[in-house]
């Protein structure tokens, strides 16, 4: 078997030994002569996957229980519409922080409801930073404040949580989910696509308030509605199934690997040396302020660029592949989710090394 350290974006690495829980389970899941893929959504067996994987993930975000952990479909950004049909008022004011690609993709979006307020928007900076939030001008009435907690593309990850006076602050927390401690309870929704640190693509998470679920007009799709989802635990219609029950199973190995205080732990190690690696360089640099680089998606430029293509194409050989950086940023993207071990980075940072050393 030769596995390569895959840096993708999205859809990322799946740690192993889930994988090979998987491929055991596969032709005979738990004994019911069947594949998870082939049973009952409402059967037995699949109910009691569906509910281990909630009580597993509120235990590894210590989910208060006045928020509602849902199940669902449509990816990340069928939330950038979901999240403004639910909170907001038709043409009622929503206030967006824009620091970078996807904080713009869901402006686009609630725009087609709602009166958005740019409460502060980095692009002069080419999204290298986050304005200072004295100088974000917020709308006290705002149905809610909207926030790209990491944004994947940019390399960019808030390390303060905003001050909201009241209003509730919904994150798009897709590329940073379970990557480091949060305090749910700060937020009034949260939302990620699962196919980074979560499982397989198919699946979207939403964790959301209790008193935030039930607002939506008449006329949204039941299926666009947060109350669908609450009053039939996910099921309403049949959901992703196979991609619910790998979250389930990378929930378990988080847990057994210490939980997310360990895994942040891990996470900080991993990015302290691939950051420490580009600004000993020469060769390499981030252009992203210290004070909000990601410790999920490392993007590095090299000062030459007529190098890109022979970096790629040997460090691709050399096993470590999808280093591309995204067409709008340029250069080369790490992207170090939870299951991209230390192994992979410090492979990584060797091969930039003796890259920059055969190339002087
Ligand atoms: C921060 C962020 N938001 C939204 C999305 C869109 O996710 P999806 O493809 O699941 O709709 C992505 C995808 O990579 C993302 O990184």
């Given amino acids: 078997m030769s596995r390569v350290h895959n840096f993708s974006a999205g859809p990322s690495a799946i740690p192993l ?23 009952s959504h409402r059967g037995e067996s699949f109910t009691q996957v569906a509910e281990k994987a909630e009580s597993d993930l509120r235990a590894l975000l210590n989910v208060p229980d006045n928020y509602h952990v ?15 049909l639910n909170l907001a008022a038709k043409n009622k004011t929503v206030d967006y922080a824009i620091t970078g690609s996807w904080g713009n993709k869901a402006v686009k979006e609630a725009s087609k409801f709602n009166k958005v307020n740019i409460v502060c928007d980095s692009k002069a900076d080419n999204y290298t930073s986050i304005i200072d939030e004295k100088d974000w001008r917020k709308d006290p009435d705002a149905a809610y404040l909207h926030i790209t907690e990491n944004e994947t593309i940019g390399g960019v990850e808030y390390s303060f949580m905003p001050k909201s006076n009241g209003v509730p602050i919904v994150s798009d927390m897709s590329s940073s989910i379970l990557s480091r401690e949060i305090n749910v309870s700060d937020y009034g929704l949260i939302y990620a696509g699962a196919q980074k640190n979560i499982g397989p693509a198919g699946l979207t998470l939403v964790i959301v308030r209790d008193d935030l679920v039930g607002q939506a007009a008449n006329d949204v799709p039941s299926l666009m509605n947060y109350k669908t989802y609450v009053d039939s635990g996910s099921m309403s219609n049949t959901p992703p199934t196979f991609s619910w029950y790998v979250a389930g199973l990378v929930f378990e190995y988080l847990i057994d690997l210490g939980g997310i205080k ?93 890259f920059e050393i055969d190339n002087k």
């Fill in 17 to 39: 030994e889930v994988l090979t829980k998987i491929q055991n389970d596969l032709s005979d899941w738990g004994g019911n002569g069947m594949s998870v893929m082939e049973a």
């Fill in 70 to 84: 849902l199940f669902l479909q449509g990816g990340a950004t069928l939330q950038f519409s979901m999240v403004a």
């Fill in 262 to 354: 360990a895994i942040e732990k891990t996470n900080i190690i991993k990015s302290d040396l691939l950051y420490n690696c580009i600004d000993e360089s020469m060769l390499y640099f981030n252009p992203v302020k210290n004070d909000c680089r990601s410790r999920m998606n490392i993007p590095f430029l090299l000062n030459d660029e007529s190098l890109e293509k022979k970096f790629l194409h040997e460090s691709n050989q050399a096993g470590l592949v999808n280093l591309k950086g995204h067409r709008s940023v340029g250069g080369m993207r790490a992207s170090i989710y939870n299951a991209v071990g230390i192994d992979a980075v410090s492979d990584l940072i060797a091969f930039m090394q003796q």
